[in-house]
């Protein structure tokens, strides 16, 4: 790390961050595994030292994040552990928050031989995490006739569509990504999942709408960022913002020029890249910084603002800065308020900008 972020992870709480990837010597048993995740907790509990740790099929990719002289320490020790080699930094930055605040070392592990990892204790409301289990279940059946049921069943007791997003869709986005990450579904069952709470989310706008007020000054480009498969929040954004009546294009760019390319057509005065709201991404970081920067540029000749989405940043909104993003939305529901707030600061800004003197 530069001596510049030396300096400013002492300012206003910023830490340092390092995600890198390298592969196992030699195959870890389970004990090994846990004994190896054990010692790492205290390690990192005494260097204020947060993080994540997956382990796949003999790879391992894992994030860290604390002060830096601390993580400077502790590098030094990961690289000259003989259980892995081939040891590759995928992305080193300051942030303003951490990712992982309430974890030593969050455990992933997608071991062959391995026993199930237990999983975090929900945060939800018992009856609000039984309608996220029972969705999740429906999600990987692809019964989406008792999925719509049920949604059904929910509105007719008084739910609200931004309630349903909020509270049952993308938290059950998130319970398939935690799913396939304990191996208890394959990647085309998750995929499947999270169309189905597309489909979901569309049924549900569909009997909620048309009551909003319309405001057609604004414009937003909604983009999956380039590679990223999975569209549920983007979909599921793109209803929220026509009800609000923003002009919605959308854009599934396979690279940085392509987006570019479009923001230069369309002079959007939003655009929102959005990640996975399965699988947190934490390795997409840097791609995705880079996504941002070119976004700016094309967008030089307009005041557009940047937005983010995904798992990543509904867990974590500070990341938004990390990136260099104006704005991590937390949830579909809603954000066409704080974008509309975003819009008109940038507006004025740039008439302010252009005043004598400015």
């Known amino acids: ?18 995600t890198y990837k390298s592969l196992a010597t030699a195959p870890p048993s389970e004990p090994e595994l846990s004994t190896l995740v054990s010692k790492a907790r205290t390690r990192n509990r005494m260097l204020n ?43 080193e930055h300051i942030a303003p928050a951490r990712l992982f605040s309430d974890w030593d070392l969050l455990l992933h592990s997608r071991n062959d031989n391995a026993a199930p990892v237990p999983k975090a204790a929900s945060v939800a409301p018992p009856a609000i995490d039984a309608h996220i289990r ?88 909604l983009a999956v960022a380039p590679g990223e498969q999975h569209m549920l929040g983007t979909s599921i954004l793109a209803d929220q913002m026509t009800d609000a009546g923003w002009r919605v294009d959308m854009a599934f760019p396979d690279s940085d020029e392509a987006l570019f390319n479009q923001l230069r057509a369309e002079h959007p005065d939003v655009v929102d890249i959005g990640l996975s709201d399965a699988m947190a991404r934490p390795q997409a970081l840097p791609r995705l910084r880079t996504t941002i920067d070119h976004s700016r540029l094309a967008a030089s000749d307009h005041p557009t603002v940047i937005s983010v989405g995904g798992r990543l940043f509904a867990e974590a909104a500070a990341t938004a800065a990390s990136v260099g993003a104006d704005y991590a939305r937390l949830t579909a529901a809603g954000a066409s308020i704080r974008m509309a707030e975003l819009v008109g600061m940038s507006r004025a800004t740039k008439t302010a900008n252009r005043q004598p003197g400015g």
Request: hydrophobic residues 40%.
């Open 134 to 221: 029972k969705l999740r279940e429906l999600a990987l059946n692809a019964d989406d006739v008792r999925i719509n049921a049920f949604f059904a069943s929910l509105q007719d007791e008084g739910w609200t569509s931004d309630a349903v997003v909020t509270l049952l869709i993308e938290p059950t986005a998130r319970a398939l990504g935690d799913a396939w990450l304990a191996d208890e579904c394959s990647e085309f069952d998750l995929t499947i999942g999270l169309s189905m709470m597309q489909l979901a989310g569309h049924a549900v706008r569909r009997h909620t709408s048309g009551s909003a007020i319309r405001n057609t000054q604004y414009k937003i480009l």
């Open 1 to 18: 790390m530069s001596e510049t972020s030396a300096e400013h992870t002492g300012q206003d709480g910023w830490i340092a961050c390092l």
């Open 49 to 91: 030292v947060t993080g994540m740790l997956i382990y796949e099929r003999g790879a391992f990719l894992q994030t860290l994040e604390g002060p830096k002289d601390k993580l400077d320490t502790l590098w030094t020790s990961i690289k000259q552990d003989r259980r892995h080699e081939h040891i590759e930094i995928l992305t």
